[in-house]
């Protein structure tokens, strides 16, 4: 069973920064981001293909933040810039199972984190 480990979360001020890390036990496929909020669905932040040579970003988070992945370390990244308090969520790392390119879509991957809280003050 592939597993999914990710840190990183924790508070921070509005316009501050932080870097998520997602380890993965998995081999190379397809990986992304999500979020939600309390009271909110599950949405896509970010998704990366399985060499990194291709990102996909939410139209919120575009220009704020990165996704990339080293595979020698079997690691994705999630660099969060310009923090706003809406972006307040627990963030969650999935990969999938068979798919190599970037995907939005929350069907297409099969292993999912525990979920790391990102908190932004005003």
């Known amino acids: 069973q592939v597993q999914l480990v990710e840190s990183g979360g924790g508070l921070v001020q509005a316009e501050g920064s932080l870097r998520l890390s997602c380890a993965t036990s998995?081999?190379?496929?397809?990986m992304g981001w999500f979020r939600q909020a309390p009271g909110k669905e599950r949405e896509f932040v970010a998704t990366?293909?399985?060499?990194?040579?291709?990102?996909v970003y939410a139209d919120s988070v575009k220009g704020r933040f990165t996704i990339s992945r080293d595979n020698t370390k079997n690691t994705v990244y999630l660099q969060m810039n310009s923090l706003k308090p809406e972006d307040t969520a627990i963030y969650y790392c999935?990969?999938?199972?068979?798919?190599?390119?970037?995907?939005?879509?929350?069907?297409?991957?099969?292993?999912w984190g525990q979920g790391t809280q990102v908190t932004v003050s005003s």
């Open positions: 990366i293909n399985w060499s990194g040579s291709s990102t």
């Open positions: 999935a990969q999938s199972a068979r798919r190599m390119g970037a995907s939005q879509m929350t069907y297409e991957y099969d292993y």
């Open positions: 998995g081999r190379t496929f397809a």
